[in-house]
């Protein structure tokens, strides 16, 4: 439920903005998302002036956890349509 969301750090929130303009340049199968790869997060970085290694590395980190949570949402809910549609 939306009520019950946590609350995003101020200090994150680019984090959370780069995600969904890289997840809106995702791949589909027909059947379901593809990940982000790892060639478009390396792309945003450089546009976004990242530079540092520990930095890339972070935000590497950061964006490969948030899309393996979107993946598996993704997942769940298409098993979810599935089951009902039976």
């Given amino acids: 439920m939306l009520l ?6 101020a200090d994150l929130s680019h984090v959370w903005q780069g995600f969904w303009q890289l997840s809106a340049a995702r791949g589909n199968t027909g059947y379901g998302h593809l ?12 546009i976004h002036g990242y530079t540092g290694l520990g930095d890339r590395a972070e935000m590497l ?3 490969r956890e948030m899309d393996a949570a979107y993946m598996e ?3 769940a809910d298409a098993d979810s349509v599935s089951r009902s549609q039976r």
């Fill in 4 to 9: 019950d969301r946590p609350m995003l750090r």
């Fill in 35 to 46: 990940p982000i790869t790892t060639a478009e997060i390396v792309a945003w970085l450089d």
């Fill in 61 to 63: 980190r950061l964006f």
């Fill in 73 to 75: 949402a993704a997942r």
